[in-house]
């Protein structure tokens, strides 16, 4: 393979190339998080429960983290240019049609077609970067793709208060749809097609297949199981399905000719020990960050733009943090930044564990702040991991293994730690509503209160006297912010055997010569 002649015009020109895909991107990492803040509004607008509102984020996670790597083949196999502009128009056109959505179900599917497209984008703009720059210019041109991404991270909760607070929750989707389109321009007139050297003739469709459906029976066992109930044979089948498709996938894996994942990639130790930690690191944050969203606009009763403001020490320290991390494992290599950013990690959750109705302003921050700067070395120092201790003719699959890493993490976060939440509030609000002396509830109406206590609201029926509603809101609170501290104690939990797991990698033998490598 060899390096590429400078562009002389727009096309291919490749800081217009970064440029142009740096926009399309934005679009998916600012979902990550924008979303997050119009949850509140969606399930209130929509009637939804909280197994619906688990989905708006799940689905999407879901639906990227099951494609990122065959979409990442398609490009190799199609070209990266047509994949990133096919993505680009989807991922549009899916926004626009959830903000014209009316039910919960629309929502949720489109936000599944939503994930479809973004994961075509994702590995195709990386594609296009690594075939555009030379070698000794694509570090920094990968630096500022991350930057754009964790500025797009940092500014989506800011952003989606503004515009869930002065003009509606579908407002955070139709915003896609202009962006979109600036980026389909650009990407018309200045990407430059590029195809892989190597191309792959098959594609693994048993394997995707496999992979879908072990990940969707594991996520949908763990967000029905507090309906169905831990010890039911509904939960136990899907779970047992999950294990098997697990299974099957793995054995087909070393049968097929071309594998949707080779699993000769997990051979080396350091590597497998980055993906893990990369899952780990996603259930603890994208796990914690779905309640956090509730607990500063239905426990403090905050709007989206100052629940977005509280936000910003997270997703600011992250963006702070990963040069100074950058640096650090340059320097000292991945092992100790990423053990010493899991412990922050670990710390930081405990403390959001502490958390109380009455909390002041400076103490959350400070756990955000924390539990950001613990993040970003994990964040960076995942593609040298991971990348780098992969064969070189693997790299390309082994980022986006990344990539599907970090959205299967955030998928079973939200998945595990709402569980965990839901289990909570189920055993602990039949006593503290009797233990408040409240009229006494059916079967019937218990359930219909829980429902509304695990996202932090109490149930008030109307003309619910004062006095009255007063004291069902503190029990709904307190209710809720029990749920909520074990649920981040178990995401601290997780962070702790992240450590472990991050003593096990090293700076990988294939960074510098992966770095360099460029598509033809």
Known sequence: ????????????????????????????ALDGTIVAIANPAIQKDLGASFADVQWITNGYFLALAVTLITAGKLGDRFGHRQTFLIGVIGFAAASGAIGLSDSIALVVTFRVFQGLF????????????????????????????????????????????????????????????????????????????????????????????????????????LIKAPTWGWGDGLTWTFLAASVLCFALFAIWETRVKEPLIPLALFRSVPLAAGVVLMVLMAIAFMGGLFFVTFYLQNVHGMSPVDSGLHLLPLTGMMIVGSPLAGAMITKVGPRIPLAGGMLLSAVAMYGMSTLE??????????????????????????????????????????????????????????????AVMASKVDNDLAGNWT?????????????????????????????????????????????????????CLVAAGVAVVAIFVALLTKRGANAEAGAGAAHI
Do not use: Y
């Open 435 to 487: 233990d408040a002396k409240l009229p006494p509830l059916t079967p019937a109406q218990l359930d219909q209160a829980s429902e509304a206590v695990q996202v932090g609201v109490g149930p008030l029926p109307k003309g619910t006297p004062a006095a009255l509603a007063e004291k069902i809101t503190s029990v709904a609170h307190d209710t809720f912010i029990s749920g909520m501290s074990l649920a």
């Open 118 to 221: 973004g994961a075509l984008l994702m590995p195709a703009a990386l594609g296009l970067l690594r075939a555009t720059f030379p070698a000794e210019k694509l570090n920094m041109a990968i630096g500022i793709w991350g930057m754009v991404i964790g500025a797009s991270t940092a500014g989506g909760p800011i952003l989606g208060g503004l515009l869930v607070q002065h003009v509606s929750w579908q407002s955070v989707f139709f915003i896609n749809v202009p962006v979109g389109v600036i980026a389909l321009v650009l990407g018309l007139l200045i990407l430059k097609d590029h195809r892989a050297e190597n191309a792959p003739r098959s594609f693994d469709i048993l394997g995707i297949v496999l992979l879908s459906g072990a990940m969707f029976c594991l996520v949908w066992a």
């Open 1 to 28: 393979m060899s390096v590429p002649a400078p562009a002389k015009g727009l096309r291919g020109h490749p800081w217009l190339t970064l440029f142009s895909v740096a926009i399309g991107v934005m679009m998916v």
């Open 357 to 418: 109705s009455g909390t002041g302003s400076g103490a959350m921050s400070l756990w955000f702040a924390l539990l950001g700067l613990g993040l970003a070395p994990v964040m960076v120092g995942a593609t040298e991991v991971i990348v780098g201790n992969a064969p070189m003719e693997l790299s390309g699959v082994a980022g986006g293994l990344q990539q599907a890493a970090m959205q299967i993490g955030g998928s079973l976060g939200t998945a595990v730690l709402g």
